[in-house]
């Protein structure tokens, strides 16, 4: 977790000044969505991205 939590603040939002709140929120969202669940490699999925692993379970 320590590993995820320095690789957000580093990638998502290291010197980042958000005017508001829902800014903020939105570029967590999009760094979960767009980073973490589509190119991060998961080794409890045999180092597959989340992505890739549903989409082999649907096909």
Avoid: P
């Amino acid at each position: 977790m320590a590993s995820c939590n320095h690789s957000f603040k580093v990638t998502a939002v290291h010197g980042e000044r958000f005017k508001t709140r829902s800014d903020a929120k939105h570029q967590v969202f999009e760094y979960i969505e767009a980073h973490y669940n589509r190119k991060r490699l998961h080794s409890k999925l045999g180092y597959v991205s989340l992505e890739m692993f549903e989409a082999k379970r649907v096909a």
